[in-house]
């Protein structure tokens, strides 16, 4: 690339995120090197390595970036409605393309490596959707379609970890009548006065 066409600063970091998240769904974990990175991005290796000094450092930059959020659940009327829109926004993320890589990357590396995510699947995944879990519960017990004493952490963990747990060992892609489902075979009924 020549002087006058080169990328930098942002437009060429975005560049290089993409690349990678572009590696991660095709090659995953294993076969993702800043080599690859690199060239998909049309810079040199050393660009890369001037902004993220391992694979590890690049790969939780790209996911972190590119989880999306799942935003406010804007009132629905009744929790099992507030809570449908906030799982269809969780399954989103979970299958965007940062979310299956996310998952790729924890299914494929070391422990030793996995651990390196498990901060950041805390900050950006579990503990967003538990205030989110928390939120909805405290609307229903404001709103009387709630029991009072349903706000502990393992009611708000139920969502995340079913839906993580099926979607992950059972392939479960849930679907609008699989989140209805869990809703009101499991959590309804454990949040009903």
């Keep these: ?36 990175v690199a060239a998909g991005a049309r810079t040199g290796k050393a660009a890369v390595y001037r902004r ?22 804007p009132d629905q009327g009744s929790v ?10 969780m399954r989103d993320a979970m ?37 989110h879990v928390k939120s909805l519960v405290r609307r229903g017990i404001e709103r009387g379609d709630v029991r009072p004493d349903a706000t502990g952490d393992y009611v708000a963990d139920v969502i995340p970890a079913l839906m993580m747990y099926r979607s992950k060992v059972c392939g479960s892609e849930w679907t609008d009548a699989e989140i209805v489902e869990m809703l009101d075979q499991v959590l309804v009924p454990l949040l009903r006065r």
């Design 52 to 73: 993220w000094s391992s694979k590890a450092d690049l790969v939780a930059e790209v996911l972190r970036a590119g989880i999306p959020p799942v935003g406010e659940i």
């Design 95 to 131: 299958y965007s393309r940062s979310g299956q890589a996310l998952r790729s990357v924890l299914h494929e590396c070391d422990s030793e490596s996995a651990s390196r995510f498990h901060e950041l699947i805390r900050s950006v995944v579990t503990e967003p959707s538990a205030r």
């Design 1 to 36: 690339m020549s002087a006058v066409g080169r990328r930098r600063g942002p437009e060429l970091v975005q560049a290089i995120l993409d690349s990678a998240l572009d590696q991660l769904s095709t090659v995953g974990w294993n076969g993702l090197t800043m080599e690859g």
């Design 80 to 89: 099992r409605e507030d809570l449908r829109v906030l799982c269809r926004g």
